[in-house]
């Protein structure tokens, strides 16, 4: 009796999580559809500097979608894993999915960098604000969740494939998959339609 009780409370627990991760994520959606949204008014007001055309490197950013498209996937792979109950492999896709998102996030500092130094920095113009907002925004969240995957992959090797260590991954996985869907708009109004 004691035990059943346990485990429903533990299961009631887990879908307050859940749910109120849900509830974080759809909070998340509302900033990013304002952020899409003030970047579509000003992304024309270039105030006589450089615009989308002339800053963008396409390929440069395919691979950089490419990166986390692919983290996407493996981390998928961490989740099958993880139903599998095979530590080892959930903490090997982890660490790939980190390896990939590290590089991303290089590409994307590597690319700021770059516009900054050529005088495109955010103050520059209107374009360049929304446009350093949106995707800095972006590129902070994968940051958040690089320090997470630390954090999880700490906790599958001291911890195991716990309930709450999978409750965790579970979660992150949302963010995650939600972080790559965000990159896609991204990737598809920022840059590929303002070059071509």
Same mark, same amino acid.
Not at 5 to 32: A, C, Q
């Given at each position: 009796?004691?035990?059943?009780?346990?485990?429903?409370?533990?299961?009631?627990?887990?879908?307050?999580?859940?749910?109120?991760?849900?509830?974080?994520?759809?909070?998340?959606?509302?900033?990013?559809?304002?952020?899409?949204?003030?970047?579509?008014?000003?992304?024309?007001?270039?105030?006589?500097?450089?615009?989308?055309?002339?800053?963008?490197?396409?390929?440069?950013?395919? /691979?950089?979608?490419?990166?986390?498209?692919?983290?996407?996937?493996?981390?998928? +792979?961490?989740?099958?894993?993880?139903?599998?109950?095979?530590?080892? +492999?959930?903490?090997?896709?982890?660490?790939?999915?980190?390896?990939?998102?590290?590089?991303?996030?290089?590409?994307?500092?590597?690319?700021?960098?770059?516009?900054?130094?050529?005088?495109?920095?955010?103050?520059?113009?209107?374009?360049?604000?929304?446009?350093?907002?949106?995707?800095?925004?972006?590129?902070?969240?994968?940051?958040?969740?690089?320090?997470?995957?630390?954090?999880?992959?700490?906790?599958?090797?001291?911890?195991? +494939?716990?309930?709450?260590?999978?409750?965790?991954?579970?979660?992150?996985?949302?963010?995650?998959?939600?972080?790559?869907? /965000?990159?896609?708009?991204?990737?598809?109004?920022?840059?590929?339609?303002? /070059?071509?």
């Amino acid at each position: 009796m004691s035990s059943a009780v346990t485990s429903h409370g533990e299961e009631h627990t887990s879908g307050n999580r859940l749910f109120g991760f849900w509830i974080y994520l759809m909070s998340d959606l509302i900033i990013f559809a304002l952020l899409f949204a003030t970047y579509a008014v000003i992304r024309n007001n270039v105030a006589g500097g450089p615009g989308a055309k002339e800053l963008f490197d396409l390929p440069y950013v395919f /691979v950089e979608t490419m990166f986390l498209l692919i983290s996407s996937f493996t981390y998928g +792979l961490a989740v099958v894993a993880m139903h599998q109950g095979k530590k080892n +492999l959930v903490f090997g896709w982890l660490l790939v999915t980190f390896a990939l998102g590290v590089a991303f996030i290089s590409m994307e500092v590597s690319e700021f960098v770059h516009l900054i130094a050529e005088g495109a920095g955010p103050d520059r113009s209107g374009f360049l604000s929304g446009f350093f907002t949106l995707v800095g925004t972006h590129g902070f969240h994968v940051s958040c969740g690089l320090i997470w995957m630390i954090v999880l992959m700490t906790q599958v090797l001291t911890k195991g +494939l716990t309930p709450g260590v999978m409750g965790r991954l579970s979660r992150l996985s949302l963010f995650w998959h939600f972080l790559d869907i /965000v990159w896609v708009g991204v990737f598809t109004f920022v840059y590929l339609l303002s /070059v071509v």
